[in-house]
């Protein structure tokens, strides 16, 4: 029976509704943020708004009262689902590794067979021009693709994020490209309902204070409800008021939360940065882009993995005469990466190719082929002539890759920097 995309899905998150929502791995966290909020939402419409409903009953400011309070929190509880329930942007992971990017280095060499093969080069990092200045992408071991500008590898959802802002465990979700806008409406409507509850709360105790010609506190204690409300929604206004703040920095800037907890102290080039004005503009009056995944969709067959060439780093052929496979980590070293998921032939044709080589000896028997094979002091041919797309790799995906250039004006540069350069 086929299987559609969200229940084959590589990285951690969870599906409801048959694909249709998507979240983190920690969206049982998003429930305590839905009682933070509704809790008390409740409490005021109870104790507080109701009483002020008669207080100023011949002019229906009550009503008026009771009723915003109402509307408010479901528009703060929708900005909450459209923060934590859709894609924030993930990028579709690749089924192998970028084949155009291979480069083969003919002063290094492998012998296997009696004959020498220039091994592959696969450069880890690659510059490209954003706004007329070269930025460097890396490639992600685990989604097989050179990550878009501003694009960063969440730890938690196990996905590649396009402009990566970064993971809240208060909504469950990335915060990224599809999801930031709304993500600050959320935070910033919270800090306004928080003001409204406290507004109402502290008129609530003048109105008693009028009523029974009392001090503040015999007003206190005949409404505990408000005096409660009062102190939470002081105590929740400094966590999200000092978010929203930050965040309005943050967009004034054209800076990622990610991006200024990073490289803050390199006093590198904002290269993003379009002034305060068109900062705003990106942000919140550009249209979402469409998801790059259709979770809904049905998986295309996957081909068959073929037999590996087994190496120190991979797992031994089963005892019962199974074909070979190869289990990779998905943060290997390049350079053992791309021994173990380079171009693969099967066992029988290896065999009949090194057969057929007559001037470089006699035909090796089967026992010979498999002491070539186990041997842990040669390294297996990467060939050039025959490429395959099926890759034993753990983290693979049957997703189409995706577009390596992001946002603006991202040209590619041909300058790629060493393969040499430490992994990130």
Known sequence: MAKRVFEVWKGSNKFILGGRLIF???????????????????????????????EFKPDNVGYVILVMAIIFTIYVLVLLSLTSARDPGIVPRNSHPPEEEFRYDSSVSVEVGGRQTPSLQFPRTKEVMVNGIPVRVKYCDTCM??????????????????????????VGQC????????????????????????????????????????????AMKESPASVILMVYSFISLWFV????????????TNQTTYEN???????????????????????????????????????QGEVQQKPTLPSTQETDVEDSGGDPRSKVEDDLDI???????????????????????????PPHNTSEMDSVLSSDHRAPTI???????????????????PEVLANSTVTESRTYTTSKEPHQ
């Open 175 to 218: 915060i990224g490209l599809r999801n930031y806008r709304y993500f600050f409406m959320f935070v910033s409507s919270s800090t306004l309902l928080c003001i409204y509850v406290f507004s109402m709360s502290a008129l609530y105790i003048k109105v008693l204070m009028d009523d029974y010609q009392g001090t503040v506190w015999k």
């Open 383 to 401: 060939r050039s002539d025959t490429r395959h797309s099926s890759w034993g790799r753990r983290s693979g995906s049957w997703e189409i890759a």
């Open 241 to 252: 008021g000092g978010l929203t703040g930050f965040h309005l920095y943050l967009i004034g």
């Open 145 to 170: 693709l050179y990550r878009p500008p501003r694009c960063s590898h969440c730890s938690i959802c196990n996905n590649c994020v396009e402009r990566f802002d970064h993971h809240c465990p208060w």
């Open 335 to 361: 350079g053992e990466d791309l021994l173990k998921i380079s171009q693969r032939r099967n066992i029988e044709e290896i065999d009949e190719d090194i057969c057929s080589r007559g001037s470089n000896g």
């Open 24 to 54: 983190g791995p920690d969206a049982r966290s998003l429930i305590v943020t839905l009682l933070l909020i509704i809790v008390p939402i409740i409490i005021f419409c109870v104790f507080v708004a109701s009483h002020l409903r008669l």
């Open 261 to 299: 907890f990073r490289y803050r102290a390199d006093n590198r080039i904002n290269v993003y940065d379009l002034g305060c004005f068109d900062n705003f503009l990106e942000v919140f009056c550009t249209k979402v882009k469409p998801s790059k995944n259709n979770f809904r969709a049905f998986v």
